[in-house]
């Protein structure tokens, strides 16, 4: 199937760290990305990861990804009120550009 | 990255009336793309318009509701046709750069 899964909320205290899961199905995806959508504005591109990689780190935050379990997750490290948003992952089909978008989960942060 | 603009930002609209969004992006692309998110919903790919060629529609979507303009590598528009209130949503535009994707601010589009 063509599914993307997220949990769909998240609620964590100023501060601490926020890890964000996601699986997907197509083992041919190339890229996997992390998008952020603040209430009433667009999406984001905050990070992505190349499928050869399992790793990748961008200040706060950490790119996870188990190719084998389709697994894929983001780490923000020291969240802050400002980072309370939607984030999806998205997974990109091979050859064709079209983006296949989990159903996003919203992030609560408390101070 | 491309900087990519959407006209107009938002719009309440008539049911039975259409709407055209234009989308414009300050250089040159091959790959654009239109998303539709209904309230509340995640992103689903609408269709993929090309320069020179008509746009390829995703399942669900045909043309005579969605006509695509593609006149050149730097602009494109999505009409959204006859609509109904279950058009409500906000369309995207985004486009290919390399490894990456990105997104216009979308239009919020109310049918009443």
């Known amino acids: 199937g063509e599914d993307v899964e997220q949990s769909l909320f998240l609620s964590v205290r100023e501060g601490d760290s926020s890890v964000i899961n996601c699986t997907y199905t197509d083992s041919s995806s190339t890229y996997l990305y992390w998008y952020k959508q603040e209430p009433g504005a667009g999406l984001q591109l905050l990070t992505y990861?190349?499928?050869?990689?399992d790793m990748k780190q961008d200040q706060r935050l950490t790119v996870l990804l188990n190719k084998k379990d389709k697994h894929l997750s983001l780490r923000i490290a020291d969240t802050q009120t400002g980072d309370s948003a939607i984030y999806f992952c998205?997974?990109?089909?091979?050859?064709?550009?079209?983006?296949?978008f989990g159903q996003g989960t919203t992030l609560q942060v408390k101070p | 990255s491309a900087v990519i603009s959407q006209k107009p930002s938002r719009d309440i609209c008539q049911r039975g009336t259409s709407l055209t969004i234009q989308c414009q992006v300050d250089?040159?692309?091959?790959?654009m793309f239109w998303y539709r998110q209904q309230p509340g919903q995640s992103l689903t790919l609408i269709a993929t318009a090309n320069q020179g060629s008509e746009a390829t529609y995703e399942s669900g979507f045909v043309i005579d509701k969605f006509p695509i303009s593609r006149p050149n590598l730097t602009f494109s528009t999505l009409t959204v046709s006859n609509m109904s209130p279950e058009d409500s949503s906000i369309y995207l535009c985004?486009?290919?750069?390399?490894?990456?994707?990105?997104f216009g601010p979308g239009t919020r589009l109310t049918v009443l």
């Open positions: 998205a997974e990109i089909r091979e050859g064709t550009g079209k983006l296949i």
């Open positions: 990861i190349f499928s050869n990689m």
């Open positions: 250089s040159q692309v091959t790959m």
């Open positions: 985004s486009v290919d750069e390399g490894d990456t994707q990105y």
